[in-house]
């Protein structure tokens, strides 16, 4: 009965202690290397990719990861190239196979959710493909067989000397031989490693035969059960696994305090130059030994004082048939786990992960040398994933492409993402347009989970090594009345960041919110403009009281930060009129809100001056303003309209939101600007597309 009881202990602790995807990573230690700004998001999604496979870690100095991976302190260091699409995974020397093949598959997964591949940096090190599980599991259980023959030969205890010391030499005899076994075995390796390899297969034998002794002498034959489910059936799972990364919790811990488990982990130590951890298998393997010898030893001399097991009364003869039944219900018990262990090991299904990878279609465009050119390429109609949009911010790349985004964009109902997306991204190169398309066909910066989508406002690049690292202010937006034009209302700021190699395509690395979501438009639309100038990058925000009269703009408010650190807002200062403050709502008005500018605005700066354009009152107003500053920080003053640019809401043909563009088609003394248009008849739009492109023309600086 208790052996059957022990039975459905153990096989209670396997079903329960192993999940359906056991021999998946499991917080397998791992470190990114490159410029903090790109880590920093990654190494967040990467910890955060389901059932956690990596615990994940960055540095920026690929010598600093090279001595964590000698160390043993990770098990693969992954080298970010940026100028590329392909990155270099780099394993430790020493490593497990079957962890070997898991972080290959796992990381090329993970990469291909990008757009990337990974380069797979061969280790000529003489370790590597080797495996100690299958020989320390041996061993250990060599240890335990060898218990069961002397039980079976002699009876369960040592109740003369000679007896005794027949169990010591046989244990010694049988750990010299495995000893011995390992030595040969390990022949390829120096003397030194053999040596210390052949003395763990010796002291794993000592510690299994000690420990199950003890086991027999103190619980007779649900003793010995109780061994073989700790020591022969335990170790199971590590051994169908391959490495205890590729368990989870318990099993993941519980098989480094198995025997064979901590032999596993000293034998790594043995042949390798690391020794991370090797506390805990050494008093495993050492307290074994001790605890199995004291027992064994005690019960010479105390046998008579104590309690002897209901075993022991029995005939040599009884006793081995009785036994006999503990070894097939052991050898049942192990068969069962191993089933058991095989058939969760084998139902693993990989979790599938969105896939943030971009691709790009080229349409031919021509020269672009004017506006003419500009108000041209707008008209083209071969495009069916970008038909129509609005906003239409720009940045310049460093490899002479630029970067367009627009707002909500029409594609084509033929497409996957048919209808509008919130957001869509274009290349602009010479005689070519590419619009930059995600695997799911919809918004580049894809909408959150519960809805909420990302209207760009403002983008800004910074020319790195081989790549562009682009930075885009957005806008959270939530849908309030699908049939209303202005049903939604603008939930806070969000900072997307691209990665942009010379000549690639851009890959989405993080999406960050900046503040809870919250309508109220007094607090500043962030990033609804945006500038770099020397080491700063400049986020201008609009803000206003609610419900405000007709024809009342925004105030204008600025905030900066290093453009590496603008997703961290915690590193933001405001400008408070007089200085920078670390306090959000100490920023100070640049422009009031009284004849203000529009939500959404440009500021740049020329030849050492700074203007602010936007159509003055928002949406309503009409007039065309420069405001102009001799610094970031203002105070700006409004200069004379440029120009008129009405609503157009009484005819139905919108209007609004006038951008400049200063590094396109740069001329001393003007700037290009572009505005929306759309129309108040949706069908109109989606008969006619062009009706929802932007138009450009060029404006005249003001002189002051």
């Known amino acids: 009965m208790l052996c059957a009881v ?11 202690g192993l999940r359906a995807d056991s021999g998946e990573l499991h917080e397998a230690p791992v470190v990114l290397v490159g410029p903090d700004v790109v880590t920093s998001p990654l190494v967040k999604q990467v910890n ?8 994940a870690g960055a540095v920026d100095d690929p010598a600093e990861a090279a001595e964590l991976l000698a160390g043993g302190d990770v098990v693969a260091v992954l080298e970010l190239d940026l100028s590329g699409t392909q990155d270099q995974l780099r394993l430790a020397a020493a490593h497990r196979p079957a962890l070997a093949r898991a972080v290959r598959a796992e990381v090329s997964r993970i990469e291909k959710t990008r757009g990337r591949t990974v380069a797979f940096v061969s280790s000529t090190d003489r370790h590597e493909a080797r495996s100690f599980s299958p020989l320390t599991f041996a061993t250990a259980l060599a240890g335990f067989l060898l218990v069961c023959v002397v039980s079976l030969v002699w009876g369960p205890l040592a109740r003369t000397l000679p007896r005794l010391l027949a169990r010591l030499t046989a244990l010694a005899a049988l750990a010299v031989g495995a000893g011995l076994s390992g030595w040969l075995l390990a022949a390829p390796l120096p003397a030194g490693e053999r040596m210390l390899l052949g003395s763990v297969l010796a002291a794993t034998v000592i510690a299994a035969g000690a420990l199950t002794f003890a086991c027999e002498v103190i619980g007779g034959l649900p003793g010995l059960l109780l061994a073989a489910m700790v020591i022969v059936a335990g170790p199971v799972p590590l051994l169908l696994a391959g490495d205890r990364l590729l368990l989870t919790d318990p099993w993941s811990t519980g098989s480094g305090w198995t025997i064979a488990g901590a032999a596993e982990s000293l034998s790594w130590a043995a042949v390798g130059d690391a020794h991370p951890g090797i506390a805990q298998p050494l008093v495993t393997i050492v307290g074994s030994a001790l605890l199995g010898l004291v027992v064994l030893v005690a019960t010479r001399w105390l046998v008579r004082g104590v309690v002897v097991p209901e075993g022991a ?10 036994l006999g039944a503990v070894l097939v219900s052991a050898t049942c018990l192990t068969v069962l786990v191993t089933a058991v262990t095989s058939a969760l090991h084998g139902q693993t299904v990989p979790r599938p992960l969105p896939s943030l990878a971009s691709t790009t279609q080229c349409v031919p465009s021509g020269p672009v040398e004017d506006v003419d050119d500009l108000n041209r ?76 989508g990302y209207w760009p406002m403002s983008v800004t690049s910074l020319d790195k090594p081989g790549y562009a690292l682009v930075v885009v202010a957005a806008q959270r937006v939530r849908t309030t009345d699908s049939e209303d034009a202005f049903g939604f209302e603008a939930l806070g700021p969000a900072i997307a960041q691209f990665v942009v190699p010379d000549g690639g395509v851009p890959q989405l690395i993080a999406v960050t919110d900046i503040g809870a979501d919250d309508a109220d438009t007094r607090r500043p639309m962030w990033g609804a403009a945006a500038a770099v100038s020397g080491e700063w990058l400049y986020l201008y925000g609009t803000a206003r009281e609610p419900d405000p009269p007709l024809g009342t703009g925004f105030a204008l408010h600025v905030a900066r930060v290093a453009p590496d650190q603008v997703a961290d807002p915690d590193r933001w200062t405001y400008w408070d009129g007089t200085r920078w403050s670390r306090r959000a709502g100490s920023s100070s008005e640049l422009i009031p809100a009284t004849d203000g500018v529009s939500q959404t605005l440009s500021v740049f700066e020329r030849d050492g001056r700074w203007y602010a354009f936007s159509k003055s009152g928002e949406f309503l107003g009409d007039d065309l303003v420069f405001w102009t500053s001799s610094s970031p ?26 951008l400049a563009h200063p590094d396109i088609l740069e001329q001393p003394g003007s700037v290009i600007v572009s505005y929306s248009r759309n129309s108040t008849d949706l069908g109109a739009v989606l008969r006619n597309p062009l009706l929802y492109r932007p138009k450009f023309i060029r404006l005249d600086l003001p002189d002051r």
């Open 377 to 452: 390429i707008t008209r083209l109609r071969a495009e069916p994933a970008l038909q129509g949009g609005d906003v239409g911010v720009s940045a310049a790349l460093g490899d002479g492409r630029s970067i367009w985004m627009f707002g909500d964009t029409l594609r084509d109902k033929d497409l996957p993402g048919a209808g509008f997306v919130r957001n869509s991204m274009l290349l602009v190169e010479p005689d070519c347009l590419r619009v930059v398309l995600p695997e799911s066909g919809g918004a580049i910066i894809p909408d959150r989970d519960d809805g909420v």
């Open 633 to 658: 920080t203002g105070p700006f003053r409004a200069q004379p309209p440029v120009g008129t640019l009405p609503s157009g809401v009484a005819a139905g043909e919108l209007r609004y939101m006038p």
């Open 313 to 322: 009364h029995l005939s040599v003869g009884r006793w081995r048939g009785s």
């Open 6 to 16: 022990l039975v459905l202990i153990a096989l209670g602790w396997i079903v329960t």
């Open 48 to 55: 955060a990719v389901p059932g956690r496979p990596f615990s």
